[in-house]
């Protein structure tokens, strides 16, 4: 058996377009509607600024298997910084094989080395693989609901 090596490698804009890739192929999984250009536009920012989060390309002996993206915020919930894992996805030909959780545990490493004090994510509700892994990880569902309002014709209106 050949050992796999993971290494989460931090992307810059001159990845964003790989980065971008792989978004599509996970907004096709979970049937999230997936416009590139928005998806570049705020990869661009995230990876030009470090205070947003880091992107992170999932490469196993050298293959680009994946990527994942943690932003940062505040919660006095939790005591301050806290980091949501807003993507994480494997091609499937790399799941079950244990990289999930070691890029989970990868990510935390980071999260710890970047002062956060939580780390949260979205996981939808019909993914059971996913949510065991997250479960195994030590993430607990909240009694809770995400909610979205995008603010786009608010500014609009605004900037005109």
């Known amino acids: 058996m050949i050992r796999e090596t993971l290494i989460l490698r931090e992307t810059n804009s001159e990845e964003v377009d790989t980065l971008v890739d792989f978004v599509g192929r996970y907004y096709a999984f979970d049937g999230i509607p997936f416009h590139p250009f928005d998806v570049r536009r705020s990869l661009l920012q995230l990876v030009s600024d470090p205070r947003l989060g880091k992107a992170w390309i999932l490469q196993v002996n050298g293959i680009s298997a994946g990527y994942a ?63 065991g892994l997250y479960r195994k990880m030590g993430f607990q569902a909240a009694d809770r609901i995400p909610m979205c309002k995008r603010l786009t014709e608010i500014r609009e209106q605004h900037e005109k």
């Open 69 to 131: 993206i943690l932003t940062i915020g505040f919660d006095h919930e939790v005591g301050g910084r806290i980091g949501t894992i807003t993507d994480f996805y494997l091609n499937p030909a790399f799941r079950g094989r244990g990289i999930g959780t070691e890029a989970l545990e990868q990510i935390e490493k980071e999260a710890v080395m970047l002062g956060l004090e939580a780390l949260e994510l979205q996981v939808e509700n019909d993914n059971d693989e996913a949510k």
